[in-house]
T-cell receptor
């Protein structure tokens, strides 16, 4: 089976812009979660989607949003980018909500 | 709220040394516990898991036992290799799964 894929792998944006990141889960997995990884804050949960519905949400401002499509693919969007949004954004998919399999991440740099 | 605390790194060991990375947790109810590993420039790989008290997760020579009485899930390996050099994360999820809460990560460096 193919693993979790994320596109793009690297992204450079300017403050104030918006960005959309994409995640394709492992075939058969209907749950997709997103995490932000930074040196200062570590790994933090953003949100989780299942069957196109947000199932869980972390403590991030409303500038961070996501959605899931009927084929389980997911996107996350960050509007009005700030320097502090520079991070590795990781997507994970799961069949049973417990074992989560991560993609390689999207490295976002905000200048 | 739920939280995970790991021993601080970096941990530097010689090849074939014994490895222990401590992990303790605070959680309501009965969480599931995980160890993930991250190699440079990559995402996280699930290393092992345990879903109830006294369960032992094991994979690739690594082991960890879910100890409810001490709220711990320490990672051990009897003989480390240079290829084990990576960052290791302890994590938990609640009864409904989904959201993972991670420790801060422990960097392991194994020298030949």
């Amino acid at each position: 089976k193919a693993g979790v894929t994320q596109t793009p792998r690297y992204l450079i944006k300017t403050r104030g812009q918006q960005v959309t990141l994409s995640c394709s889960p492992i075939s058969g997995h209907r749950s997709v979660s997103w995490y932000q990884q930074t040196p200062g804050q570590g790994l933090q949960f953003l949100f989780e989607y299942f069957s196109e519905t947000q199932r869980n949400k972390g403590n991030f401002p409303g500038r961070f949003s996501g959605r899931q499509f009927s084929n389980s693919r997911s996107e996350m969007n960050v509007s009005t980018l700030e320097l502090g949004d520079s991070a590795l954004y990781l997507c994970a998919s799961s069949f049973d909500f417990y074992e989560q399999y991560f993609g390689p991440g999207t490295r976002l740099t905000v200048t | 709220g739920n939280s995970v605390t790991q021993m601080e790194g970096p941990v530097t060991l010689s090849e074939e040394a014994f490895l222990t990375i401590n992990c303790t947790y605070t959680a309501t109810g009965y969480p599931s516990l995980f160890w993930y590993v991250q190699y440079p420039g990559e995402g996280l790989q699930l290393l092992l898991k345990a879903t109830k008290a006294d369960d032992k997760g094991s994979n690739k020579g690594f082991e960890a036992t879910y100890r409810k009485e001490t709220t711990s899930f320490h990672l051990e390996k009897g003989s480390v290799q240079v290829s084990d050099s990576a960052v290791y994360f302890c994590a938990l999820s609640g009864a409904q799964g989904g959201k993972l809460i991670f420790g801060q990560g422990t960097e392991l460096s194994v020298k030949p």
